[in-house]
């Protein structure tokens, strides 16, 4: 998956995509698609100045087989065979990849959590063994960001939702145990000082607090919003393709009207203070999610019943301002020699991050506030 992974051209969206990102958070749910708007006259668009043509042009060459027992080539398929029995603990002794250390931290995890938590490496390893090839394969027939977005609410989030939802946060006490006390016997004493090394060099602590922030948001009220979430990434991957297409015809269902913000936003950036980035970026992403809500008064009401819904006020409550800050101080030290002598999100940075997903903070009246069970 790695490899899936790296065989993507991320290079062709990735400027727009990451800018998008800064507002997506406020997104939760599909409704309808409400009413119609005719999009402005705009004399440039970014979005017509980005071909995307090999977006979705996947190789697979060496990798898928259909020959093998698990559709992956003999050699990836013996790799992902050493990794299973690798990640398997057995009787006789512990697993070979992970160690003792860690088999007790997932043995302490499906007694605390139950049978659905036991094993779960080595269940999850098998299941990739089981499923991977053919999902990999599924993406040949995908051409367009909704296709992908289809693709991974078909893929990626039943995993997600068998493997991290019932076991989630204490699943990640038990990485944090493995990193820790890392004692695999797979490359010796330096693959075991490694491990541990870097484990010791990140805030794991807040990492292992802003996982399971966000992955309990992710099965939030015990997984029933997973399909609405799956929803949501769809009807996002829509608005991106139509944000592509200049003809479309309701600029509700497409950012192309905020290209202009967009590339305002975008030509700040590579000319911020260094210092000052994180700040000054939440404040950019809090202006474009406030011309993405409240702006266009006519798209109001496709905005309420499709992104304002009950699960993304749930999202609101799971996602507190301590966890917010948890996860930017995590996020921080994974990559702290980027981050070194940057200013951090303050207390007021924090609440505008929050309000992204609260139209009815941003909008005031535009908005109504929702009471949700």
Aim: aromatic share 10%.
């Amino acid at each position: 998956f790695t490899t899936l992974l790296y065989t993507i051209k991320f290079e062709k969206m990735l400027g727009t995509f990451l800018l998008l990102c800064l507002f997506v958070a406020q997104v939760s749910a599909l409704g309808h698609q409400g009413t119609v708007t005719e999009p402005p006259t705009d004399p440039f668009n970014i979005f017509d100045s980005l071909y995307m043509g090999d977006t979705f042009d996947f190789d697979w060459e060496g990798i898928l087989d259909d020959t093998t027992e698990s559709g992956f080539s003999p050699e990836l398929e013996a790799g992902m065979q050493i990794a299973v029995e690798g990640v398997c603990p057995n009787e006789a002794q512990c697993s070979l990849i992970l160690g003792c250390s860690c088999d007790r931290a997932v043995e302490k995890l499906g007694r605390e959590m139950g049978e659905q938590c036991r094993n779960l490496p080595c269940r999850f390893m098998q299941y990739i063994y089981e499923n991977g090839a053919e999902a990999a394969s599924e993406l040949d027939s995908v051409n367009s960001f909704e296709g992908m977005m289809r693709w991974g609410v078909r893929n990626v989030f039943p995993a997600l939702k068998t493997f991290l939802c019932p076991c989630t946060p204490q699943v990640y006490e038990a990485a944090k145990q493995c990193v820790l006390n890392y004692d695999g016997r797979i490359g010796g004493a330096d693959v075991i000082w490694k491990v541990r090394e870097t484990g010791e060099s990140v805030d794991i602590e807040n990492i292992k607090k802003a996982l399971g922030t966000w992955t309990g948001a992710f099965c939030v009220d015990r997984g029933l919003c997973v399909e609405e979430f799956g929803e949501l990434l769809v009807e996002f991957g829509a608005m991106m393709d139509n944000s592509f297409d200049k003809d479309y015809p309701d600029q509700c269902r497409s950012f192309r009207r905020l290209s202009t913000t967009i590339l305002e936003s975008y030509a700040a950036i590579i000319t911020l203070d260094y210092k000052s980035f994180v700040p000054r970026s939440i404040d950019m992403a809090y202006d474009m999610a406030k011309e993405f809500w409240c702006e266009e008064t006519s798209c109001t009401e496709h905005l309420d019943d499709t992104f304002n819904t009950c699960c993304a006020r749930k999202l609101d409550q799971v996602i507190t301002i301590t966890k917010l800050n948890e996860t930017i101080e995590g996020v921080m030290s994974i990559f702290d020699d980027i981050w070194y002598g940057m200013e951090k999100a303050s207390g007021p940075d924090l609440y505008k991050l929050k309000d992204m997903i609260r139209p009815h903070k941003l909008c005031g009246e535009q908005y109504q506030r929702k009471t949700c069970v």
